[in-house]
């Protein structure tokens, strides 16, 4: 097998043990602390922040202006909308730049 796919089942393998880690730590517990649980909540956001952020600074002016069509239309749309406008904004300016 090539490289990738053995990458590929060893990060697929590895995200499962720390979901299934997290949810037998968790379980342990009969009530979770109101801070733990705002914090876990927060996660999501957290790590979606880091992945896009860099990407979208650092690319160019395609990518920038798809970001701010994606804020504007969560504001108002659903995910579905949000990422098809946002990925047609950056295809579309792609295309003419």
């Known amino acids: ?4 796919i053995w990458l590929s089942l060893v990060l697929a393998g590895l995200t499962y043990a720390t979901r299934f880690g997290g949810h037998v730590i968790l379980s342990r517990f009969k ?3 109101p801070r733990l649980e705002a ?7 957290a790590v979606i922040t880091a992945l896009v952020v860099p990407a979208v600074f650092t ?7 798809g970001a701010a069509v994606a804020v504007l239309a969560s504001l ?7 990422v098809i406008s946002a990925t047609a ?6 295309y003419l730049f």
């Not at 914090?39 to 956001?45: E, G, M, T």
């Not at 690319?59 to 202006?65: D, I, N």
């Not at 904004?89 to 792609?94: G, I």
């Open 1 to 4: 097998m090539s490289d990738i």
């Open 31 to 33: 009530r979770i602390n």
């Open 39 to 45: 914090a876990l909540d927060a996660v999501p956001a």
């Open 59 to 65: 690319s160019g002016l395609p990518e920038l202006a």
């Open 76 to 82: 108002r749309y659903s995910m579905l909308g949000v």
């Open 89 to 94: 904004t950056v295809a579309l300016l792609r």
